[in-house]
């Protein structure tokens, strides 16, 4: 291969390395505006004025060392938009001990958006607003899935329906 070649090879490349650049930032600006309209819609979420619900309660459930605390901790710092969680979440994302292949070692619970009413005045007439919050709940991982793990995990469907 001559050196010729070789330049226009490389030229090449650069016009690429260009066009991946921009179509880069493009897509950054776009998943910005995404994550912002999403942040809106979870903070502006109305319900219906009849409705009793006040969380939506989200399990998350999953063999030992899935992830399933790693996810809590994602979802938290997408949504506040920082790296670093607040303190009282991150202590209890700490995973505890890891003997007998155990990550977490018990069920909490994490308030990622607290329920809202609001009473607004329209017209002569005063309407109720309201927007539900989010919980995610955090479990032991399962490791036999076997009769006490089958409990626990009933347990679980039972506390965050309860916790609606």
Known sequence: MEQNDINKLLEMQ???NEVNESAFVE???EFEED???MRSSLKSHDLPPHSKLEYFNTII???T???????????FSAYYDQFL???DISDE???KDRKGNEGTTKYSIFTLLEHEKTVMKVGDRQEE???AGIRLFDTRGQIYLDNNEEAHIDLMLKVAFWWG
């Open 27 to 29: 897509l950054e600006s």
């Open 14 to 16: 650069d016009e690429k």
């Open 85 to 87: 969680n607040p303190k």
């Open 61 to 63: 459930f999953g063999p």
């Open 65 to 75: 060392g899935a992830g399933k605390s790693s996810f809590i901790r994602t979802v």
């Open 93 to 95: 994302l700490i995973v």
């Open 129 to 131: 607003r309201k927007s």
């Open 35 to 37: 994550l912002h309209t």
